[in-house]
């Protein structure tokens, strides 16, 4: 049976110590992810999931794991901690909200779902409400997404750029109307002159940021902080040599972005094409 470590180990975060000890029980068994999906019977994109961190898994396969492992406990242990720990992501995100109010500049990237900073308020209820929020806190949050949208209009606004993946445009609303305003306020916000749009067509292919919503926010004092966010986390990076690479890879990027202009023709070639609600 393989030295039971103490659950407290090295990471700081519980969620990348979960994380991190799967990793390391597979690498010692020497096993690829493919290989540990055929044993136990789940699809090991799964396993590469919760090894990267983007997702904690349901009890039953960190129960199978553990028995696999020989380690019993341990890992639904971890799961434990880490599923019942939100402070430390409330706390980086309250920091990120604050380095983005005093921001001078910002870069953008979106994968899948829209930034909040372009979103109308039924696409911010659909969201909000898919990550499990309702009633009164629902409204609440849809509220609170929608005052940021201050940070893009009057005089002082910052210059913003937006890269988004034709994935997150081609991802509608259940309410086709609510999904006709969305289009139209994305034009409109590219048509801003301080807002740089950048759409991502598939033909681009892979790229370094793939999977990975990314901030970057140019601070008042010259440096740069990053923010990588995914369904399940987010990542408040402020080391410069990180910042660096991540900021590479989003400039290789753009490269392969279409030009602003042909960005806004993109979307309102979208919206052209969303029907209209029938007459009553």
Not at 16 to 22: G, I, M, N, S, W
Not at 61 to 73: N, W
């Amino acid at each position: 049976m393989p030295t039971r470590r103490a659950v407290t180990g090295r990471s700081r975060e519980p969620r990348a110590r979960f994380a991190e000890e799967l990793r390391a029980l597979r690498t010692r068994r020497g096993e690829s992810l493919r290989q540990l999906g055929e044993k136990l019977g789940w699809d090991w994109s799964l396993f590469g999931k919760m090894e990267n961190g983007e997702t904690l898994g349901g009890p039953e396969v960190v129960e199978a794991l553990d028995q696999y492992y020989g380690t019993p406990g341990l890992l639904l242990a971890l799961w434990e901690l880490a599923i019942n720990d939100q402070t430390q992501f409330r706390e980086r995100y309250r920091r990120y909200m604050a380095l983005e109010a005093k921001a001078t500049s910002l870069w953008h990237f979106a994968v899948s779902v829209l930034p909040g900073l372009v979103q109308t308020p039924g696409y911010a209820r659909e969201v909000l409400a898919a990550g499990g929020l309702k009633g009164e806190e629902l409204e609440q949050q849809v509220q609170a997404r929608m005052g940021r949208r201050a940070l893009l209009e009057g005089e002082d606004a910052p210059p913003f750029r937006t890269i988004l993946s034709e994935a997150a445009l081609r991802t509608p609303l259940r309410d086709v109307g609510e999904w006709r305003e969305q289009l139209a306020y994305v034009g409109e916000v590219a048509e801003r002159a301080d807002v740089t749009l950048h759409v991502l067509p598939f033909r681009a292919g892979l790229h370094g940021l793939v999977g990975t919503d990314m901030w970057f926010l140019r601070q008042p004092d010259g440096r740069t902080v990053a923010y990588s966010e995914s369904t399940y986390r987010g990542d408040l990076i402020e080391e410069n040599a990180a910042v660096e690479r991540l900021q590479r890879a989003y400039d290789a990027m753009r490269d392969l972005t279409l030009s602003p202009v042909e960005s806004r023709k993109f979307v309102l070639r979208m919206l052209e094409e969303v029907p209209c609600h029938p007459s009553t």
